[in-house]
């Protein structure tokens, strides 16, 4: 009895953990697809991870990759990209990206995701801060 009561107490203690953890390798996984969308300039692919609200303000793919590389040079074209610590809260998550740049300058990138609807993470945000600069 106290054996199976413990295994319960294990399961709900330590499940969401592995839930939250799960949501972060999505979360990671769906970055790094719209990261090599970008490598390979496949417009479609790259917008195809942006939240609905960010479709919404750039409404064609081509008009959001433009921005990405105008506004965004470091994420749309990189020597280094890789993930740093996470945050996962709700069905909301924060993901530090440490990247080099062309130029080998380096850069700070929050990428934030919510979870949609239909279950799926979008991609709500990247902003974008050069290495040591004070926010």
Not at 85 to 96: C, P, V, Y
């Amino acid at each position: 009895m106290r054996i199976a009561a413990l295994l319960v107490f294990l399961s709900v203690a330590f499940g969401p953990i592995s839930a939250r953890a799960d949501d972060v390798a999505t979360a990671q996984s769906i970055i790094r697809a719209q990261e090599q969308a970008f490598g390979r300039d496949d417009a479609r692919g790259a917008y195809s991870y942006a939240a609905p609200a960010i479709q919404e303000i750039f409404p064609a793919p081509d008009i959001f990759m433009s921005m990405v590389q105008n506004g965004y040079p470091p994420v749309y074209r990189h020597k280094s990209f890789e993930f740093g610590d996470s945050k996962s809260e709700g069905s909301r998550i924060a993901q530090h990206v440490h990247i080099i740049d062309a130029n080998g300058e380096a850069w700070e990138a929050l990428y934030t995701l919510e979870q949609q609807p239909d279950g799926s993470y979008k991609i709500t945000g990247c902003s974008l801060l050069k290495a040591g600069q004070a926010v």
